[in-house]
């Protein structure tokens, strides 16, 4: 990985904005990702994130933090709280902003035990793929104190394969429709592609059943988004 997002993410923090990330997919067209959403307070926050810092408790660690929006928050209202991210400049940009505890750190290599776990933002796309999805959850309930819980958000991205008569561009039941090969570049220069998975709540449901893990939607957002909540 060359870190072009981490790079994009310093380029902003030290006052260089000129322009936007570029993000695109197997199965959608060039978009841009504003640099300000990636530093967004909790007023610019959809509500299912504000519903999930509202639930946070105890000792918190958020995966893959980026700029440290939850992490700052959380901080500021007094709570123990661990940022981790696999991108160094991600990090970097978490420590300028006065996020005490962040690591770069890849979730599989995180240890310690906490009572609440956030992963926001599509936080399922960290398991990539969807035969991840099983050793990614077995990893998070290896990292929950007793009465810890898992609070997480996707989206149903079936929608995206429907054509303008509500018909399916593609066979759904002979791939999963939100695993996705999600590619990134900013300032001409691309990052390697990535995989990046969008889990239906059904789907999320099932994999937590198989390994052991309670699940529970906490609310749906506006558009195809939830929140879920996993617990042992
Ligand atoms: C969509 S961004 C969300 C950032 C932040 N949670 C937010 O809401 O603004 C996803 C973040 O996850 C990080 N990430 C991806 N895979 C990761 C992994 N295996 N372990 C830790 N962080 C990861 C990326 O570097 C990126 O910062």
């Not at 996020?99 to 990539?128: C, R, S, Y």
């Not at 990046?196 to 789907?203: N, V």
């Not at 309670?214 to 939830?226: I, L």
Request: net charge negative; with cysteine; glycine share 8%.
């Amino acid at each position: 990985m060359k870190d072009i997002f981490g790079k994009a993410l310093l380029d902003y923090q030290s006052g260089n904005y000129s322009e936007d990330i570029i993000t695109w997919t197997n199965i959608s067209d060039k978009d841009e990702l504003p640099l300000p959403y990636l530093f967004r307070d909790y007023s610019e926050m959809p509500k299912l994130e504000q519903k999930a810092l509202q639930l946070s408790k105890g000792t918190i660690l958020d995966v893959g933090c980026g700029t440290g929006n939850h992490t700052l928050w959380l901080q500021d209202k007094g709570f123990n709280v661990k940022g981790i991210d696999s991108s160094k400049g991600a990090i970097e940009v978490c420590k300028q902003r006065g996020v005490t505890n962040a690591e770069f750190k890849p979730l599989l290599e995180e240890t310690e035990k906490f009572d609440t776990i956030l992963l926001l933002m599509n936080g399922t796309g960290i398991f990539q793929e969807i035969i991840q999805v099983s050793k990614y959850l077995k990893h998070l309930k290896s990292l929950l104190k007793p009465n810890g819980q898992i609070l997480i958000d996707s989206s149903d991205i079936s929608y995206m394969y429907q054509d303008d008569d509500g018909g399916l561009w593609i066979d759904i039941n002979s791939h999963y429709p939100g695993e996705l090969d999600y590619y990134l570049s900013y300032k001409g220069e691309k990052e390697v592609p990535m995989k990046w998975l969008y889990l239906d709540f059904e789907t999320l449901n099932t994999a937590c059943q198989t390994v052991g893990l309670k699940c529970e939607k906490v609310m749906d957002g506006a558009h195809f988004d939830y929140l879920a909540r996993i617990s042992l």
